[in-house]
Structures are given as C-alpha cells and as structure tokens.
C-alpha cells in the first residue's frame, strides 16, 4: 500500500494490502499470531463475525499508517524539492525511488490480538516457551513498542502505525460488541 499522495497508490491496496507479505518470517509470524489467537475468537463470536472483525482491523490499520504516511511522504518530497533547489539532483533519484509501500497483515493481527488480550486478559502466555505472562501484558507491551518506536520515527521497515490503527480499531469493536456482556472478565 503505497502512501495516498503517491504515483502508484490505488484505493483498493486499502484491502488487498494485507494479504502480500514481505517475507516467509513476516508471513510465518502473522499467521502464527493469527491461529494462535484467532482461532479463539472464532470459535466465541463464529467465523462471519470474525472474518468481519479481521477486515475492519484491516482496513483500520491501514488508514492509520496512511494518515501519518501521508505527511512523511509530503516531507520527504519537499525534501527532494529542497535538494532540486540547490542543485544536488545526484540523490534525488535514489531517494525517490526506494520502496515506501506497506504489505502485510500485521494490523489486522494485532487487533486479534488486543480483542484477545481484552476477551482473556488473564490468559498466561509462555515467552520463550518457559516464561508464563499474562496475555494483557503482553499485548500491552506490544502496542507500547510500536508506539514509542511510531514516535521515534525510525527507519526499522516496520509499520508501526499501522499496528496501533489495527490495535485501536480491535479495541473499538470489542468494546461495543462486549458492552452489555460482563462474563467475559476474569
């Protein structure tokens, strides 16, 4: 999904974005994340609500990670504007040409993941397969580093923003769909 002031943004990579991938270890992560605590879900809501549920966290994710790559995309070309400006046009095709476009799921996943850590907060999680902690920590420290590292507005190739959209958007449904129902906290 490109940025939407970008050349080659279409509106439909609002949804297909999350089903491309950049590697078999992004992939192999999403779908792992996606069984282990989907498949959870599913079989408490059903798989139309589910399925209904992915998408909207989807397509949360990625109009969080538009907004803001909006306006790093518009910096970025007035930064090219700047370098055409004094002359330096020796960079500006290298620049404009490397890749700033988002694949992957992993927006949708994680807001999996917070409706799960919300649904069963006192779930226990094994890190590293040995370590017990409880899924609401987890997943809170989760969102805590895609937050800090967002804000940092370091170059890491992962769309942070794009997680707390899908986060935020998880979050939102669970807490309108579980308003009236208090069995769900233990």
């Known amino acids: 999904?490109?940025?939407?002031?970008?050349?080659?943004?279409?509106?439909?990579?609002?949804?297909?974005?999350?089903?491309t991938?950049?590697?078999?270890?992004?992939?192999?992560?999403?779908?792992?994340s996606l069984w282990m605590f989907g498949r959870i879900l599913e079989s408490v809501w059903g798989p139309?609500?589910?399925?209904?549920?992915?998408?909207?966290?989807?397509?949360g994710s990625a109009i969080a990670h538009s907004v803001?790559?909006?306006?790093?995309?518009?910096?970025?070309?007035?930064?090219?504007?700047?370098l055409k400006a004094i002359g330096q046009t020796e960079d500006v095709d290298r620049i404009l040409a490397a890749p700033i476009f988002a694949v992957g799921a992993s927006g949708a996943v994680m807001g999996v993941m917070v409706a799960f850590a919300?649904?069963?907060?006192?779930t226990e999680l094994y890190l590293y397969f040995a370590i017990p902690v409880k899924a609401k920590w987890v997943i809170l420290a989760l969102i805590?580093?895609?937050?800090?590292?967002?804000?940092?507005?370091?170059?890491?190739?992962?769309?942070?923003?794009?997680?707390?959209?899908g986060a935020?958007?998880?979050?939102?449904i669970v807490f309108i769909w579980n308003k009236t129902n208090k069995k769900t906290f233990y």
């Open 48 to 59: 139309k609500r589910f399925l209904l549920f992915y998408l909207a966290c989807g397509i």
């Open 21 to 32: 991938h950049a590697s078999i270890g992004h992939i192999f992560f999403n779908m792992f």
């Open 1 to 19: 999904m490109w940025p939407v002031n970008h050349p080659n943004f279409r509106p439909y990579q609002v949804f297909t974005h999350m089903f």
């Open 168 to 172: 935020a958007t998880g979050f939102i």
């Open 118 to 122: 919300y649904l069963f907060p006192n």
């Open 144 to 165: 805590a580093f895609d937050l800090f590292s967002g804000l940092g507005r370091t170059n890491t190739g992962i769309a942070h923003w794009a997680h707390l959209g």
């Open 68 to 82: 803001v790559q909006y306006f790093q995309y518009k910096e970025l070309l007035e930064f090219v504007d700047a």
